[in-house]
């Protein structure tokens, strides 16, 4: 398995380079090009910046995850750990950063891997729950005036699968046994099945922690909206930095169902796939220019994978640990 991921990877990032070039050839690289320079820098430093109070928010709801395994953690540790992840997950999008985390925050706080790992799928619970039920508050109060019905029904059915999903998930924790092993008799690649077997029972499990701890998961899923709407600022600013008029709830609705597509496999630093599904949401969602969504979708792109990469690699030296190591998940520092 882990010999093949540098060629999935070099793949993945092939497509995603040709699905770039296509759009860029389409919409004209000239026009792009020529709007991304009249953007405004102090609003794109502000989107930039985001980055700071969304990971500062991120560590401290994973801090208090981590209270029934280990009190107390230091917010700074966590917050540099949390730099490290998004960093390889931008990088390598295959969850690689999530395993590196847990063996960071196992050496540095002593949580031990399991429990760190555990936490961790904990916060992608949370993040699901968050965004669903974020998108189904946008979804009611938008009022899509030249949005055509199809794309308004597409996205509620996506919104209320997401929310089945995370529903049939703290329901499947009376019944995990059950359905693990239904799932381990899917007509499916052994792969697969261990893959997607696995995703679910690390879910069921984050949802088994959560019921049982219900002022704490209060706690948990207020930090999580809170972190999310802090991090739409960056796509606030960066609408204004091109100076585009477009209503704050419609940015946010695109906003949330961009988030939820990093759920979805991506080549690496999200090549392609990123500015594709932009283009996809906004325009569906009625907003006009495509050369003008193009450059913001790029620009952005830009901005945020340098801002994650430059606060990452700062993090990972503050950790004292090598990008090398960091970015294969393995070595000297990560081995068990």
């Known amino acids: 398995m882990a010999e093949r991921l540098p060629l999935k990877l070099g793949v993945a990032l092939a497509v995603g380079l040709i699905l770039f070039i296509l759009l860029l050839s389409y919409v004209g690289f000239e026009r792009v090009s020529s709007i991304m320079v009249r953007a405004s820098p102090p609003w794109l430093a502000a989107s930039a910046a985001i980055l700071i109070p969304f990971y500062l928010l991120r560590a401290y709801r994973w801090k208090l995850i981590l209270m029934p395994v280990r009190n107390p953690t230091r917010l700074s540790s966590l917050f540099w750990i949390t730099g490290v992840g998004y960093m390889v997950n931008t990088l390598i999008p295959v969850r690689v950063g999530e395993l590196a985390r847990a063996i960071l925050v196992d050496r540095s706080?002593?949580?031990?891997?399991?429990?760190?790992?555990?936490?961790?799928?904990?916060?992608?619970?949370?993040?699901?729950?968050?965004?669903?039920?974020?998108?189904?508050?946008?979804?009611?109060?938008?009022?899509?005036?030249?949005?055509?019905?199809?794309?308004?029904?597409?996205?509620?059915?996506?919104?209320?699968?997401?929310?089945?999903?995370?529903?049939?998930?703290?329901?499947?924790?009376?019944?995990?046994?059950?359905?693990?092993?239904?799932?381990?008799?899917?007509?499916?690649?052994?792969?697969?099945?261990?893959?997607?077997?696995?995703?679910?029972?690390?879910?069921?499990?984050?949802?088994?922690?959560?019921?049982?701890?219900?002022?704490?998961?209060?706690?948990?899923?207020?930090?999580?909206?809170?972190?999310?709407?802090v991090f739409y600022g960056s796509y606030y600013f960066l609408f204004k930095a091109f100076n585009y008029e477009a209503s704050a709830l419609l940015i946010f609705t695109g906003y949330i169902f961009m988030m939820i597509t990093f759920i979805l496999p991506a080549a690496p630093g999200y090549v392609g796939s990123f500015e594709a599904f932009w283009m996809l949401i906004f325009l569906a969602l009625g907003l006009k220019g495509s050369e003008t969504l193009l450059a913001m979708a790029l620009t952005y792109h830009l901005i945020s994978i340098t801002a994650m990469i430059g606060l990452g690699a700062l993090a990972a030296s503050i950790l004292g640990i090598s990008i090398a190591e960091t970015l294969r998940g393995k070595g000297a520092e990560f081995q068990r």
Request: proline share 3%; aromatic share 6%; hydrophobic share 60%.
């Open 109 to 229: 706080e002593k949580t031990g891997f399991t429990a760190g790992l555990s936490s961790i799928a904990i916060e992608r619970l949370l993040d699901l729950v968050a965004l669903a039920s974020l998108g189904a508050l946008t979804l009611s109060l938008t009022p899509f005036t030249s949005t055509p019905q199809v794309v308004i029904g597409s996205l509620k059915a996506v919104v209320l699968l997401i929310i089945a999903l995370i529903a049939l998930i703290f329901l499947a924790v009376r019944f995990k046994s059950g359905i693990l092993s239904l799932l381990g008799r899917l007509p499916l690649k052994a792969s697969w099945r261990q893959r997607i077997a696995g995703f679910i029972e690390s879910l069921i499990e984050a949802a088994g922690s959560m019921v049982a701890k219900p002022r704490l998961l209060a706690s948990s899923l207020l930090l999580s909206w809170l972190l999310w709407t």
